[in-house]
């Protein structure tokens, strides 16, 4: 650790039982005892790191004296004590610094000093896939095919263990990361050699803000900006306004903390909150428990902030007990809030903040959100009426009310006007659902040797996952539980429905074991798949054949419920149109159902042994029983136990071969792991930038463009430039993987980029997929986005991308901005950006720009078709940032549009970054250069 300049003599020493530690007094800096929590870590962050020259007295003071109402303007450098990363981002980090310390080696540097400074802590939790389910050997079958899928991604990250030093792995199988982070990983208060201060972690999953639940300070960053926190560079950032958020009251019986977390989301998307702090106080939070605060941290990405955070307080330590951690180091958390100011309790003084909100928790409601976006919430009793609104948005109105084929044929209409049938041998429930005012397209289809018929709406997957809430124990008891009420009535889940659990941790099996809950969520086909993100990111592995068929035959909107965060367009499964974020209880009651056309309220889920009508209220499992079976079941002694040993491995992990040696010996062969192309001839001085000079547009977009349209990390579809990249690699289609487990070869990720099945390029009427027009050929015919891109590279012609509002919101995927890149895109130019996909698009040399406020491409006359000049940007070189620079759009017939777009470059920092084309380059010639 540097040593501090420590002007302000804040160096102070901390009695805790027999131990004595150092730390820098806040009190030592007048006006910092004013501040919210959030900022209070920030500027213990800068006194601890205050170097004279990156960080000053004058950092130090501009935050104790920051100002709540100004806009953000100044600049510091936060430098987070670690960095944790999933094995998606995780492998393209690894293979970026492996590829970085050739290149320090190519420039006459030394190759040993690449090398995490700081704590680098990976979890794999990505790659497992949903292959095998609705069996006991389905957790077993799908590590089988995840390793095999996987051995050259993973025996690459075992040589990442052994050449890097600070650098550990969590085999798969343990958990996900955030859950894995918050139950094991995470410090709180660290101790570093005798100096104690606050844990601050960046991550490479936009998820990371989980961690700010147990007061953790830190984000979700791409890739490429976690590699440069990871060799000790500091996080340039602007210190943003704080919204205060106050919660009140308690939360009601049958509201859950799905409910709670999508409310919140809700508000704070409508509010606005993007490059902001969300800070939670009042007397509500201390009736949150810890897995709650993680929940709704989880989803600062879906409202868009930048950290959403819970200070310290007396269910963080209970919390940290409870999760296994030493008495010594929770004594430390407790004593060094309290010392800090930065314990919350009735006498802590409500701070200062920027803006404020307020929820009453016993307001909230049970609600799911969707069908494409996690603010979009729902409230339970409008569910079905909502849906059928949005459902005329994904079909095109075959077959509208028309059943009376089907009905002919022997169907029965079941309650609310919906089809329904029953087949002769099992009275298994079948959907044609032809109601009124809907469209209907009803499609028979016979699987497992039982006949059902398909429709708009039909529940395809409902899936237990994600961090959000599959190791939250409120809403994972009561999903079990009400699979038992279900099953103790004879109700199923809806047969065409795959169901699947796959928990945030192997400590929610261990609960489930203690409390006799696994049968019951086994008869509702919800067996353990894996202990990973499956469908959440992507990883829903395949529909049966037979389900898949008839979907696409009929072109159904079939629907998806998962417990997880993200439901953009696309994301699920290729078979899918609409998914719904729903809490765990709610999945399975969704599996009941079959379909997402039912109201709970008035419809029965199906008829008891009895004959009576089962409503979901009558198997609810009621909130004591909840808490009896937390109170009864889950204890310190399951996390030790689960804990005790978790960078070993399963044997499996240990038996793979490693290859050795402090550089990697790179295969040409390989089709997962290859060298980056960032690097390629590098000198240690940059080339001045330059502006852009006769650029066409590769694609127009659209508002709410997420990361997984630009870079999606779905299955690889055949056909398309990645397929066609692998077959040339001799790979056969059952082992495509993902795009997101091939993060570590930059050929096929580049093919793969702006290659979303449900993208929408404006450049083509009606055409969704990764196409564009390609204009080096007469008349700009349709192409796949990555062979357009080729041609334009081979005719010098550089590239830009149009987009609306929230360009690159999501998960920060650092291919988004990587696969921009080198396809040949030198500028975006958009109404507005989120946070992380800006500063990415920087980190890899690429210009983000934004249109005159109250402008958008379609308003301002153009279509795509016009060739672009972009001046001003050189300016940069003279080491000022432009506030606008000037375009020219020429169209085809030497008409011209003139508009000055905003420079998104915000900081002094990213403007260094850009002028040495890109963050990494940046910090590889400073190792260079001393």
Not at 844 to 855: D, S, Y
Not at 908 to 920: D, K, Q, S, V
Request: proline share 5%; with cysteine; aromatic share 8%.
């Amino acid at each position: 650790m540097t040593e501090s300049k420590n002007s302000f003599n804040a160096k102070s020493t901390l009695e805790v039982g027999e131990k004595s530690y150092d730390y820098f007094r806040l009190d030592a800096v007048p006006g910092m005892e004013k501040l919210p929590y959030a900022l209070k870590v920030l500027g213990e962050n800068l006194l601890r790191n205050e170097d004279g020259a990156n960080i000053t007295e004058e950092h130090i003071n501009a935050v104790a004296n920051w100002d709540a109402s100004a806009e953000p303007s100044i600049e510091i450098q936060f430098t987070p004590a670690r960095v944790i990363m999933q094995d998606f981002t995780g492998v393209a980090c690894v293979v970026d610094l492996a590829t970085m310390r050739e290149a320090v080696k190519t420039l006459g540097g030394d190759p040993d000093k690449v090398n995490p400074l700081n704590p680098a802590e990976m979890v794999i939790d990505h790659s497992v896939i949903i292959e095998a389910f609705g069996d006991e050997n389905a957790l077993e079958k799908n590590v089988e095919i995840e390793y095999q899928r996987n051995d050259e991604r993973y025996r690459f990250l075992r040589w990442g263990t052994g050449a890097f030093s600070n650098f550990r792995v969590v085999p798969p199988g343990t958990g996900i990361v955030h859950q894995v982070n918050i139950e094991y990983l995470a410090r709180t208060v660290f101790d570093n050699d005798g100096v104690a201060y606050p844990d601050t972690c960046v991550g490479t999953d936009s998820h990371t803000t989980m961690q700010n639940g147990l007061g953790i300070l830190g984000w979700g960053v791409g890739g490429i900006e976690a590699e440069a926190a990871m060799l000790g560079q500091p996080i340039s950032m602007l210190i943003p306004r704080v919204v205060g958020f106050k919660l009140t009251g308690d939360t009601p019986t049958g509201v859950t903390a799905t409910d709670v977390v999508l409310t919140i989301t809700d508000m704070l998307r409508q509010h606005g909150v993007v490059g902001k702090f969300v800070e939670f106080y009042g007397a509500g939070v201390s009736k949150l428990p810890l897995a709650n605060r993680a929940t709704i941290g989880n989803m600062s990405p879906e409202f868009g902030s930048t950290a959403a955070i819970f200070p310290i307080d007396g269910e963080t330590t209970k919390y940290l007990r409870l999760t296994g951690r030493s008495e010594e180091s929770v004594e430390l958390v407790e004593a060094y809030a309290k010392a800090q100011g930065m314990w919350l309790d009735e006498n802590t003084p409500e701070a200062e903040y920027s803006e404020y909100l307020e929820l009453d928790l016993s307001t909230v409601v049970p609600s799911i959100a969707g069908p494409k976006r996690p603010q979009d919430r729902i409230e339970l009793t409008s569910a079905k009426e909502q849906f059928r609104k949005d459902l005329h948005n994904y079909t095109n109105g075959s077959g509208d009310g028309d059943v009376q084929d089907y009905v002919a044929e022997g169907g029965n209409t079941g309650k609310g006007g919906a089809e329904l049938s029953f087949s002769d041998d099992a009275e298994v429930r079948n959907l044609a659902l032809g109601a009124a005012g809907r469209p209907s397209n009803p499609i028979k289809v016979n699987y497992n040797g039982k006949d059902m018929v398909l429709d708009h709406g039909m529940v395809s997957i409902a899936s237990i996952t994600s961090c959000t809430n599959t190791s939250n124990p409120s809403v994972m008891v009561g999903a079990a539980l009400l699979a038992r009420n279900a099953a103790d009535k004879g109700l199923k889940s809806a047969p065409w429905v795959k169901t699947s659990m796959a928990p945030g941790s192997q400590v929610v099996t261990g609960y489930y074991e203690k409390a006799g809950l696994w049968p019951a969520l086994e008869a509702m086909g919800f067996y353990l798949v894996g202990y990973g993100c499956t469908t959440c990111i992507g990883n829903s592995g395949p529909l049966p054949e037979e389900i898949s068929a008839g979907i696409n035959e009929a072109d159904l909107a079939a629907t998806a419920v998962l417990s997880g965060n993200r439901n953009f367009e696309g994301r699920i499964n290729p078979d899918v149109k609409m998914n719904y974020l729903a809490s765990p209880i709610l999945v399975i009651a969704y599996a009941i159902a079959g379909t997402m056309d039912f109201d709970f309220e008035t419809e029965s889920l199906g008829k008891d042994q009895d004959g009576n009508d089962v409503f979901l209220k009558d198997i609810w499992p009621a909130t004591e029983e909840i808490e009896s079976v937390i109170e009864e079941c889950i204890t310190s002694e399951l996390y030790d136990e689960d804990y005790a040993d978790v960078f070993a491995g399963d044997e499996r992990w240990q038996n793979l071969p490693t290859p050795e040696g402090k550089t990697f010996e790179w295969d040409d062969k390989s089709s997962y792991i290859r060298k980056a192309p960032y690097f390629d001839d590098m000198d240690v001085e940059p080339s001045p930038v330059s502006d852009v000079k006769g650029a066409r547009v590769l694609a127009a977009l659209g508002d709410s463009v997420t990361t997984d349209h630009i870079s999606p990390a779905s299955s690889i579809k055949p056909g398309t430039p990645a397929a066609q990249y692998l077959d040339s690699m001799g790979v056969e289609r059952k082992d495509y993987n993902s795009l997101g487990a091939r993060r570590g070869n930059h050929e096929v990720m580049v093919r793969g980029t702006f290659a979303n099945i449900r993208l929408q390029n404006q450049l083509l009427d009606g055409v969704t997929g990764g196409y564009t027009r390609d204009f080096t050929q007469e008349g700009g015919p349709q192409s796949f986005i990555y062979d357009a891109a080729q041609n334009y590279k081979e005719a010098g012609t550089p590239l830009v991308v149009m987009g609306g509002k929230e360009y690159g919101t999501g998960s920060s995927r650092d291919w988004a901005a990587k696969g921009t890149l080198l396809l040949g895109v030198k500028a975006v130019i958009a109404e507005s950006f989120e946070r992380i996909h800006r500063s990415n698009l920087i980190g890899m040399g690429v210009i983000p720009l934004q249109f005159p406020e109250g402008e958008s491409w379609k308003s301002l006359g153009l279509d795509g078709t016009e060739t672009f000049d972009i001046t001003g940007i050189e300016e940069l070189n003279e080491g000022t940032t432009p506030k606008n620079v000037k375009v020219v759009a020429t169209k085809d017939g030497g008409e011209t549009i003139e508009f000055d777009a905003l420079v998104r470059i915000d900081t002094p920092g990213e403007a260094e970054y850009y002028r040495h084309g890109g963050i990494l380059q940046y910090v590889l010639r400073n190792m260079i250069n001393g």
